[in-house]
Nanobody
Framework: QVQVVESGGGLVQAGGSLRLSCAAS????????MAWYRQAPGEQRELVAR???????DYAASVKGRFTISRDNAKNTVYLQMNSLKPEDSAVYYC?????????WGQGTQVTVSS
């Protein structure tokens, strides 16, 4: 049974930092692509950052230079370090793990950035 569990969300002031974690089990973590998405109320879910099994990364233009995605295959965990947070970063952040056409989602973690 595959489980994807996010943690680390919360309330932070603008300019602050948060680190999200996503632990995945039931998969061979090291061969899966991992990604963070976010969805604000009334908006579509959007890709924030992605890391391949070879550690290549890419980011949404809105977070480039402020967010960093990384993975620890020994811990089956992917991280999203978020710095210089802005109110527009407020959303539910979801972890996604994908291998080919097969993917799994976590339940999401709320990030709220106050101005």
């Amino acid at each position: 049974q595959v489980q994807v569990v996010e943690s680390g969300g919360g309330l932070v002031q603008a300019g602050g930092s948060l680190r999200l974690s996503c632990a995945a089990s039931g998969i061979i973590f090291s061969i899966y692509e991992m990604a963070w998405y976010r969805q604000a109320p009334g908006e579509q879910r959007e890709l924030v950052a992605r890391i391949t099994r070879s550690d290549s990364t890419d980011y949404a233009a809105s977070v480039k230079g402020r967010f960093t995605i990384s993975r620890d295959n020994a811990k089956n965990t992917v991280y999203l370090q978020m710095n210089s947070l802005k109110p527009e970063d407020s959303a539910v952040y979801y972890c996604n793990t994908k291998l080919g056409a097969v993917g799994y989602w976590g339940q999401g973690t709320q990030v709220t950035v106050s101005s």
